[in-house]
């Protein structure tokens, strides 16, 4: 156990994360110092984005006392000295020093980096202590699944089935992320990595799944999702559960409709002697799985004959 008090300088608040901020709004950040005694002098450089926030001033909490300030601000960097020039200052809970003002001047994120921290006491020594940084974000992130679409929905047990799933960037900035897919909500299919989607945009992805072990006469539902980003607000589009099915069907039963009967067996006739690149090719019919529509699988349909689900 250590009772020692730790100074701190640091930014607050530590994170301001605000997408309702626009270019030419303002926004202030305090700078404030916790369990520094005997403080005569204190300087600081803080940086920023200057692409996103454009430094408007800054104000020294003169309820403190006697205190002499000096800014400068130049490219993205700020620089304050603050000098208690009668009375050192004693501070034991968090207290504002100073409070900075900035316009927002575009969307998006800014490191508030606070460093070459100093804090000096009457003396002259160096007081030891931490410094913490702040960070603004004033972009929305966003994104979100928004279709899946299944082919076929009534498959053969050990078929594949292929599943194009689309994702929007809805945010205002080009987004990196994953897009994964699940069957009966917790069985992985696959996970795909989607690079720099513009704002604004849709990206349609494919999976292949392939069904081997699921049971005949089962039916399986779909869940897509995308990876939470930091800073999203609403992720409650970034799952989405398919409206269609996948049918796991049984073997022999072409058509689809849950029974092995005569259509099905008119069906693998028409398509007899077929091959994958013939025009007439049927792949259901092929139940062997050999790629061609041959005896083996009138035989089999027949062996198969009224079974259903």
């Known amino acids: 156990f250590n009772n020692m008090l730790i100074t701190r300088i640091f930014v607050y608040p ?8 626009q270019p030419g709004d303002p926004v202030s950040f305090q700078i404030k110092v916790e369990n520094a005694f005997n403080l005569y002098f204190c300087s600081f450089k803080l940086g920023y984005n200057k692409d996103v926030i454009t430094f ?19 490219d993205g960097m700020l620089q304050i000295n603050l000098t208690y020039y009668k009375t050192p200052v004693n501070i034991e809970r968090p207290t504002t020093i100073v409070t900075t003002y900035f316009q927002i001047v575009e969307y998006g994120s800014s490191i508030l980096d606070l460093f070459d921290t100093q804090l000096v006491n009457s003396e002259g020594s160096m007081i030891p202590h931490q410094s913490e940084n702040g ?3 004033t972009v929305i992130r ?9 082919y076929p929905t009534k498959v053969y047990s050990g078929r594949n089935v292929n599943i194009n799933v689309t994702v929007a960037n809805l945010g205002l900035i080009a ?21 720099n989607l513009e704002p604004g945009q849709n990206m349609t992805v494919n999976f292949s799944w392939n069904t081997s072990g ?20 609403d992720f409650e589009n970034n799952v989405l559960v398919c409206e269609q099915t996948v049918k796991i069907k049984t073997l022999g039963d072409v058509d689809g409709d849950g029974r092995v009967g005569l259509t099905d067996l008119v069906i693998i006739g028409q398509a007899y002697g077929s091959t994958p690149t013939s025009p007439d090719w049927v792949p259901d019919a092929d139940l062997d799985g050999d790629n061609k529509i041959s005896l083996t699988d009138l035989v089999t349909c027949g062996f198969l004959y009224d079974e259903k689900c």
Do not use: K, W
Request: net charge negative; glycine share 4%; aromatic share 8%.
């Open 14 to 21: 530590a994170e301001l994360v605000d997408p309702t901020l």
């Open 56 to 74: 408007v001033g800054a104000l020294a909490n003169f309820s403190l006392g006697f205190v002499q300030m000096e800014q400068t601000a130049d």
């Open 135 to 137: 960070f603004l974000m």
């Open 142 to 150: 966003d994104i979100a699944v928004i279709e899946i679409i299944p």
């Open 175 to 195: 987004e990196s992320f994953e897009a994964t897919l699940y069957y009966d909500e917790v069985n992985l299919i696959g996970t795909l990595r989607i690079s």
């Open 214 to 233: 699921l049971t005949p006469c089962t039916i399986h539902i779909l869940t897509a999702n995308v990876t939470r980003l930091p800073y999203e607000l």
